[in-house]
């Protein structure tokens, strides 16, 4: 397993912008394909971004297409996920993960962050 710790959640109002990073260590980071999730208050989680262990290949969930952009910087051991655009619906804990495979299923993910809050205020 990897071990994660993500950082730069905080309160944004509409329309602005964070940056989330991912930082891990243990398991060799370059060979994990790497996947951020979130949860809302009384909802379950859901996925929003994955990349693979080169970053060439990326997927993201539907409702934060164009508006989100996952990125790695393997020399760093860290994910990013730049979030623009924000809209109150984004408030949630996210978490990155870890895994083998590129997959918007939780359940493919061995290794997980405590997760960081993001607010948005309308």
């Known amino acids: 397993q990897v071990q994660l710790v993500e950082s730069g959640g905080g309160l944004v109002q509409a329309g602005g912008s964070l940056r989330l990073s991912c930082a891990a260590s243990?398991?060799?980071?370059?060979?994990?394909?790497m996947g951020w999730f979130r949860q809302a208050p009384g909802k379950e989680r859901e996925f929003v971004a994955a990349?693979?262990?080169?970053?060439?290949?990326?997927f993201y969930a539907d409702s934060v297409k164009g508006r989100f952009t996952i990125s790695r910087d393997n020399a760093k051991n860290t994910v990013y996920l730049q979030m623009n655009s924000l809209k109150p619906e984004d408030t949630a804990v996210y978490s990155c993960a870890g895994g083998v495979i590129v997959t918007a299923s939780p359940l493919d993910y061995d290794s997980w962050g405590q997760g960081t809050q993001v607010t948005v205020s309308s």
């Open positions: 243990g398991r060799t980071f370059s060979s994990v394909a």
């Open positions: 990349i693979s262990w080169s970053g060439g290949s990326t």
